[in-house]
């Protein structure tokens, strides 16, 4: 089992989170709530409204987000559904766990404030403008910035008209 830092659209209550726990692919488990150590820009971009970490330490806040325990299939779904290694790319972060929410089969159970690795997806590739823009230490697909998530489901929709329409 792997850990991974999910601080976006995967998190609880975000609107992706329920992939998390979609049997078909693979299997995770909540287990603690967590910060980074350093800190990091956590943007919102695109015309979809996209949060993106920035691979560049010390700039921006420390970002909030959970650590999951995911089995191999989960981490090959993870990896495809974040764009693997064109958009975004996943290395190892250090975090602070704020609080423990693991079952513990097998697993150290770590009080808060203690210090732990997981791999996040964040990325080295982007636009030039990206690093001035807002930064956020926590997202919520749903927060008072008013930038709308556009789903998955609704860009490949809004694709498919435009084709028909051609």
């Known amino acids: 089992m ?15 989170n329920y992939r998390m726990f979609d049997t078909s692919n693979g299997k995770a ?3 603690a709530s967590a910060s980074t150590t350093q800190k990091y820009p956590l943007i919102i971009t695109t015309q979809h409204n996209i949060p993106f970490l920035l691979n560049i330490p010390g700039q921006g806040h420390r970002v909030r987000g959970e650590i999951y325990k995911v089995d191999d299939k989960m981490l090959e779904f993870l990896d495809d559904f974040e764009s693997v290694p064109q958009m975004y790319q ?12 693991g079952k513990g089969e097998g697993e150290e159970r770590l009080a808060g404030g203690s210090m732990t690795e997981a791999f996040v997806y964040s990325t080295t590739t982007y636009q030039p403008d990206w690093p001035s823009l807002q930064s956020y230490g926590s997202y919520d697909a749903y927060g008072d910035h008013g930038l709308q998530y556009e789903t998955r489901e609704a860009r490949e929709r809004c694709s498919r008209v435009a084709e028909e329409e051609d």
Do not use: A, H, M, S
């Not at 792997?2 to 992706?16: A, D, E, H, I, S």
């Not at 996943?90 to 602070?96: A, H, M, N, P, Q």
């Open 2 to 16: 792997t850990r991974v830092f999910v601080y976006g659209t995967l998190k609880r209550g975000q609107p992706n």
């Open 29 to 31: 488990e909540l287990i």
């Open 90 to 101: 996943r290395t190892l972060v250090k975090l602070e766990v704020e609080e423990w929410e």
